[in-house]
């Protein structure tokens, strides 16, 4: 063949091959249109913490996304766990960076000396007597642990030897001058070497026993990593009094310790062998021990096996001793609590659980206490003739709190409700401090009544916080402060119960959050306590409502519209819209249809975001609810998931059609792990939309065969439902442009980074449009600045080129074909 004819054939061929297969981007990092960028690279306002008298505002100030090329440094992944394997803590954390105290009375702000730099602070704590703050300030070799004079503004380094925190629990405050950690025994360098050739191959093994767990990531995976956790997960439990090091008991892996209220004895978990690869470092072997504060043993409570053999369904519990706890209102009694069903919440009995006490010095028979009907959830104390029984199921979506007298053994139904009905939520009972400086119950009228503080209040008007009074005995609440229409305010804490003195978080939607103090009894004028402004210019102007519409069926529904600043529908006609959602599951219509979320409150912006684009002529529906309603009581919710989702979707478009706003031809739909699988499940069954943005999901339900969000059936189980509502088994359908964005160390349970990238080949080889961006070092949330960014402008580009300009992308592409 001629020479020329080989060169025409190869050009040809060339044509046609980036016809249909677009070429990867060019490499580097893409940024978005500045004020996307500017907003999201924004300082935020400081956190707040304020001591329980009052005197004292501690503003902590973090930097909000590291470089890539921190997230890049030297990482383990094992036994669940991420650890930086040079300085024995977590890989991945938001440090502070800035610290400072504020006196209340004088409003002086106040230098704090001593402080290490470049900071990098986490776990910060104040004293029981609130005359110090302790924190962890983490370097690239070792954790140390610093403490704050309030009265002096002074920070000084403690410990002698370097903190371990892996596993969490940096640390705990004993009293006022004592603090209790866990300490490396020896350095980084230390660690096992890797052999250069394995001594054989890695084996596991079942016979018989069912080990249905989800599908967890960072698992061990040889015998050399469990040696490796082995190293970094021994610590020796430290005593701290003043700057002098005190060893209790003897090196082991502590998985938690909780110390009595009197102060003489601990709880103790510590992890043993053998260590699974099924089930990450929470799920090991342990033993419960209760210990002196010399770490000797006084009393054994329990050996418990590993989490592998765990039932699968939801309120399914394994017949073993759990939820060790003590006694908030007495000096050492420890609590825990045994099924009594065998562990499977189906069986018919009367009572399922049953709770039981032992008290120093543990030389007695337990004592039961009482049984619950539901799933035992906890325990709110209060003295010795009252406290708060909390019980309830998850897979019925119930929730019960029951009276109970520790002196008499009564106990009665005081609530219950549907965890998805937020109106009939009361709110948490207010706390004080015992002699033991333990929170409990606080009490007023006598005895007769609790105080309730509701930071959500949701309500047919929206959120509307609220703070009320519960009589015990009539079970009547009664509101005493409501935040005031118009604004978003909730009650941080109650500083004085009695005299009603209450630390308050106000904002609107133009109205930074900021910090209040309120006397209800005297009824003074609220002092304003901070003046943070607003970190966004850009989002001036634009505005912001709750609108409500009904799906077909007649559900009602909501979302948070956001319209671009000066936006008028008469002169500038529909906008394209982004359409952001995340679904969830009710057994109930009735609560489906509840209003949740306020409309006024202040938008803060965080990397994930879709309220960016409001900035670049979009309108931006957020929150737009997606619920999943069981249609009767033989059903559960996923038993007809498509059909809902598309009842949702259609509903949306059509409202922001019908109030001429949305232009129902230039729609895009979008959403983060389970909203990215309901993104990629609506472009495979509807023709609603003209582009979908689908980040860290999971599209393919086999592999998570023992269930996903709500639902606990199994894939055995639900064969036909895993695979219907897998978006996987419909990638041949998915036509409409679909982006998929994926961390490519996504460690979250069930989204491997295998999902997206298995999706991406699904859709291209059946000849659809769609694009993978994998981000490097990123998780399920991503948090390298770089990459942040990178997200932004990638979904900036794809709307701009499927949805704002869609027509004319059209008319590009019938131009092409000529």
């Known amino acids: 063949m001629p020479k020329k004819s080989i060169a025409f054939i190869s050009t040809l061929f060339f044509l046609i091959f980036t016809l249909f297969v677009k070429a990867q981007d060019d490499g580097g990092y893409k940024t978005p249109p500045k004020d996307i960028a500017d907003m999201l690279l924004a300082k935020s306002s400081p956190n707040v913490s304020l001591d329980d008298k009052g005197e004292w505002m501690l503003f902590t100030q973090s930097s909000s996304y590291p470089s890539v090329e921190e997230l890049a440094r030297p990482e383990l992944k094992i036994a669940g766990l991420r650890i930086n394997p040079e300085n024995f803590s977590p890989s991945r954390q938001n440090y502070v960076n800035e610290l400072y105290l504020r006196s209340v009375s004088t409003n002086k702000e106040f230098k704090i000396t001593g402080l290490p730099s470049p900071l990098f602070a986490g776990s910060i704590s104040w004293s029981p007597n609130d005359k110090k703050i302790a924190f962890i300030h983490t370097t690239n070799s070792r954790v140390d642990l610093y403490v704050?004079?309030?009265?002096?503004?002074?920070?000084?380094?403690?410990?002698?030897?370097?903190?371990?925190?892996?596993?969490?629990?940096?640390?705990?405050?004993?009293?006022?001058?004592?603090?209790?950690?866990?300490?490396?025994?020896?350095?980084?360098?230390?660690?096992?070497?890797?052999?250069?050739?394995?001594?054989?191959?890695?084996?596991q093994e079942n016979y018989g026993k069912a080990t249905p767990r989800p599908t967890y990531q960072d698992l061990i995976k040889s015998p050399y990593d469990e040696q490796l956790y082995e190293f970094y997960a021994t610590t020796q439990l430290v005593k701290n009094v003043n700057g002098a090091e005190t060893k209790i008991g003897q090196p082991a892996?502590?998985?938690?310790?909780?110390?009595?209220?009197?102060?003489?004895?601990?709880?103790?978990?510590?992890?043993?062998?053998?260590?699974?690869?099924?089930?990450?470092?929470?799920?090991?072997?342990?033993?419960?021990?209760?210990?002196?504060?010399?770490?000797?043993?006084?009393?054994?409570?329990?050996?418990?096996?590993?989490?592998?053999?765990?039932?699968?369904?939801?309120?399914?519990?394994?017949?073993?001793?759990?939820?060790?706890?003590?006694?908030?209102?007495?000096?050492?009694?420890?609590t825990w609590c045994t099924a009594l069903d065998s562990g499977f919440i189906k069986k018919n009995v009367d009572y399922h659980d049953a709770v039981y006490a032992l008290t120093a010095p543990f030389n007695t028979t337990p004592k039961e206490l009482f049984k619950t009907k539901m799933r035992f959830r906890g325990v709110n104390w209060g003295n010795a003739n009252f406290a708060l029984v909390n019980e309830g199921l998850?897979?019925?979506?119930?929730?019960?709190?029951?009276?109970?007298?520790?002196?008499?053994?009564?106990?009665?139904m005081l609530m219950e409700r549907?965890?998805?009905?937020?109106?009939?939520?009361?709110?948490?009972?207010?706390?004080?401090?015992?002699?033991?400086?333990?929170?409990?119950?606080?009490?007023?009228?006598?005895?007769?009544?609790?105080?309730?503080?509701?930071?959500?209040?949701?309500?047919?008007?929206?959120?509307?916080?609220?703070?009320?009074?519960?009589?015990?005995?009539?079970?009547?609440?009664?509101?005493?402060?409501r935040s005031n229409e118009g604004y978003f305010e909730n009650v941080v804490r109650v500083m004085d119960a009695d005299k009603l003195v209450l630390l308050t978080r106000r904002e609107s939607e133009k109205e930074m959050p900021n910090y209040w103090i309120k006397n209800l009894k005297l009824k003074v004028a609220d002092r304003q306590l901070t003046?943070?402004?607003?970190?966004?210019?850009?989002?001036?102007?634009?505005?912001?409502?709750?609108?409500?519409?009904?799906?077909?069926?007649?559900?009602?529904?909501?979302?948070?519209l956001y319209l671009p600043k000066g936006y008028d529908a008469k002169r500038d006609g529909k906008l394209p819209v982004l359409i952001w959602a995340y679904?969830?599951?009710?057994?109930?219509?009735?609560?489906?249809?509840?209003?949740?979320?306020?409309?006024?409150?202040?938008?803060?912006?965080?990397?994930?975001?879709?309220?960016?684009?409001?900035?670049?002529?979009?309108?931006?529906?957020?929150?737009?609810?997606?619920?999943?309603?069981?249609?009767?009581?033989?059903?559960?919710p996923n038993d007809n998931f498509i059909e809902q989702l598309t009842m949702n979707a259609e509903a949306a478009i059509n409202v922001l059609d019908s109030i001429g706003i949305g232009d129902r031809n230039r729609v895009a739909v979008g959403g983060h792990s389970y909203g990215a699988f309901m993104t990629a499940n609506l472009l495979a069954h509807t023709k609603l939309f003209k582009a979908g943005i689908a980040r860290s999901g999971a599209y393919n339900r086999s592999l998570t065969p023992f269930g996903f969000q709500n639902e606990d059936r199994t894939y055995w189980q639900a064969l036909d439902l895993y695979t219907d509502m897998s978006p996987f088994t419909h990638a041949d359908k998915i036509k409409t442009p679909i982006l998929l964005v994926h961390g490519e160390m996504d460690n979250n349970t069930g989204t491997f980074p295998i999902q997206s990238e298995r999706m991406f080949n699904a859709i291209k080889g059946n000849g659809g449009t769609v694009k993978f961006v994998s981000l490097p070092y990123e998780s399920h949330g991503y948090a390298g600045r770089e990459n942040v960014l990178?997200?932004?402008?990638?979904?900036?580009n794809w709307l701009e080129k499927y949805v704002k300009n869609a027509d004319k992308k059209q008319k590009d592409d019938g131009k092409k074909a000529f």
């Not at 009228?445 to 503080?453: E, H, Q």
């Not at 609560?591 to 979009?618: C, M, N, W």
């Not at 990178?790 to 900036?796: D, G, N, S, Y």
């Open 148 to 203: 704050i004079d309030v009265a002096t503004q002074k920070a000084t380094k403690v410990n002698k030897t370097a903190l371990n925190v892996i596993g969490g629990g940096a640390f705990q405050w004993l009293d006022d001058n004592t603090l209790l950690y866990k300490t490396t025994l020896k350095a980084a360098n230390a660690a096992p070497a890797k052999p250069p050739v394995p001594k054989g191959p890695t084996v």
């Open 253 to 334: 892996i502590y998985s938690s310790f909780s110390v009595s209220p009197d102060k003489k004895y601990m709880i103790v978990r510590t992890l043993k062998k053998p260590f699974s690869y099924t089930v990450p470092a929470n799920g090991f072997p342990s033993v419960v021990v209760i210990t002196d504060m010399n770490g000797k043993t006084v009393k054994h409570l329990a050996d418990l096996p590993s989490a592998e053999t765990a039932p699968s369904g939801n309120d399914n519990v394994q017949m073993f001793p759990r939820s060790f706890d003590w006694r908030d209102d007495e000096a050492a009694t420890v």
């Open 394 to 412: 998850t897979g019925k979506q119930r929730t019960q709190t029951n009276k109970y007298n520790p002196s008499t053994g009564e106990i009665s």
């Open 418 to 481: 549907n965890t998805t009905d937020a109106y009939s939520n009361p709110g948490f009972p207010v706390t004080e401090k015992n002699q033991y400086g333990r929170d409990v119950i606080k009490l007023i009228d006598n005895g007769s009544k609790l105080l309730m503080n509701n930071p959500t209040g949701s309500s047919p008007k929206g959120d509307l916080p609220f703070l009320a009074t519960f009589d015990i005995a009539t079970k009547k609440t009664d509101i005493i402060w």
């Open 531 to 560: 003046t943070f402004s607003n970190p966004y210019p850009q989002l001036e102007g634009v505005s912001k409502e709750k609108i409500r519409y009904k799906r077909a069926d007649g559900v009602d529904l909501t979302g948070d």
């Open 583 to 636: 679904p969830a599951e009710y057994n109930s219509a009735a609560d489906a249809a509840q209003i949740r979320g306020s409309e006024h409150k202040f938008t803060l912006v965080g990397g994930g975001s879709p309220i960016f684009y409001v900035t670049q002529g979009y309108a931006v529906l957020n929150n737009a609810e997606m619920p999943i309603v069981a249609t009767s009581k033989d059903k559960k």
């Open 790 to 796: 990178h997200t932004l402008a990638e979904q900036f």
